[in-house]
Nanobody
């Protein structure tokens, strides 16, 4: 069981940047793929970005391609999401998650651990 905790959310104007982090209490390392998900009020949770255990493979939702970058530092047991050119529609609670699989496209139900989320609000 891996405990995850997000941080770094806040309020930013459209066009601005923000980086959110996810710290794991237990080592995830290369055996865990990880992902960022978000949920806006009244909407379903959606996948934002995925990253393989080694960090060598990433995947992004079409809505954030070219603007967001997911990375991980396994020596620090930390996952990051750099968000640039933010839009009001990016406003949501952002969650990180970990899954013990090599498949970065694992469905959310297969994820082993979830953080509590961090709020990101983008003003117009």
């Amino acid at each position: 069981q891996v405990q995850l905790e997000e941080s770094g959310g806040g309020l930013v104007q459209a066009g601005g940047s923000l980086r959110v982090s996810c710290a794991a209490s237990g080592r995830t390392g290369s055996s865990y793929a990880m992902g960022w998900f978000r949920q806006a009020p009244g909407k379903d949770r959606e996948s934002v970005a995925r990253i393989s255990g080694s960090g060598g493979i990433t995947h992004y939702a079409d809505s954030v391609k070219g603007r967001f970058t997911v990375s991980r530092d396994n020596s620090k047991n930390t996952l990051y999401l750099q968000m640039n050119s933010l839009k009001p529609e990016d406003t949501a609670v952002y969650y990180c998650a970990a899954v013990r699989t090599y498949n970065i496209f694992a469905i959310p139900d297969h994820y082993d651990s979830w953080g509590q989320g961090t709020q990101v609000t983008v003003s117009s």
